[in-house]
C-alpha cells in the first residue's frame, strides 16, 4: 500500500475569522504540503470584509482551488486521498451541514467525504455564545471522527500580537494532522 499523500483539504465558510484561513495555507506552504482550497461565497463576503485581499490573492496562497459548486471536484470523493481536511474558520451553518450529511457545497461535500473515509476533519468553529442546538451538534460530530476546535488564544505562548495568536491557533489545529508549525509548546 502505499503512503497517503502529504496533501490537506482546506475550507474557508463565511464566519469572522478569514484569518485562520489564510495562516493555515500560508504555515501547509511552508511545510510543503499540498493544499487544496473550497472557499464559500459567504467566504468571498467575509474577505473582503475583514481583509485588504482579493478573491485570486486568497486562491493563490493554495496549490489548487475549487468553486464552491463543483461537486465533481477532487476533494468530493473518497478516492482522492488526503490527510483529511481543515475548516478554518467554520460557520455554524456550515458545521451543521456537515452534521446533517445534507450537503449543498464542495466545502461540506468535502467534509463530508472525510468523515465517510474516517480521515481527519477538524473544525474551527467561530461563534459565542453557543446555544444548546449548537453544542449537540458540536457533539454529534465529535461522535462522528471530527475535532472541534475553536480558534482559543493561548497567552502561556506570550503573545506579541494578533498575528502570533492567530498562528498559535493555526498550528496547534496543524498538530492534529500530525503537521508541526514550530509553534510555542506549554513546558518547552
Not at 15 to 41: C, D, F, N, P
Not at 152 to 159: C, E
Request: proline letters at 4%; aromatic letters at 4%; charged letters at 20%.
Amino acid at each position: 500500500m502505499t503512503a497517503i499523500p502529504s496533501r490537506l483539504v482546506v475550507g474557508i465558510s463565511g464566519a469572522s475569522g478569514i484569518v485562520y484561513g489564510i495562516a493555515a495555507l500560508k504555515a501547509l506552504r511552508r511545510l510543503e504540503v499540498q493544499t487544496h482550497l473550497v472557499v464559500s461565497k459567504a467566504a468571498e463576503i467575509t474577505l473582503a470584509h475583514e481583509t485588504s485581499l482579493k478573491v485570486a490573492e486568497l486562491r493563490a496562497l493554495a496549490d489548487h482551488w475549487h468553486k464552491a459548486e463543483d461537486i465533481a471536484a477532487a476533494p468530493a470523493s473518497g478516492s482522492f486521498r488526503t490527510l483529511g481536511m481543515l475548516v478554518a474558520p467554520c460557520s455554524i451553518r456550515t458545521m451543521s451541514e456537515i452534521a446533517s450529511g445534507v450537503t449543498t457545497s464542495l466545502l461540506t461535500r468535502a467534509a463530508d467525504v472525510t468523515l465517510k473515509e474516517r480521515r481527519r476533519l477538524v473544525l474551527m468553529v467561530r461563534e459565542s455564545p453557543l446555544h444548546t442546538g449548537h453544542l449537540r451538534t458540536m457533539l454529534a460530530l465529535s461522535e462522528m471522527g471530527a475535532v472541534i476546535a475553536p480558534p482559543l488564544p493561548a497567552f502561556y505562548a506570550k503573545p506579541q500580537s494578533l498575528d502570533d495568536m492567530v498562528e498559535h491557533s493555526v498550528g496547534r489545529a496543524l498538530d492534529l494532522f500530525g503537521l508541526d508549525c514550530d509553534i510555542n509548546r506549554w513546558g518547552e
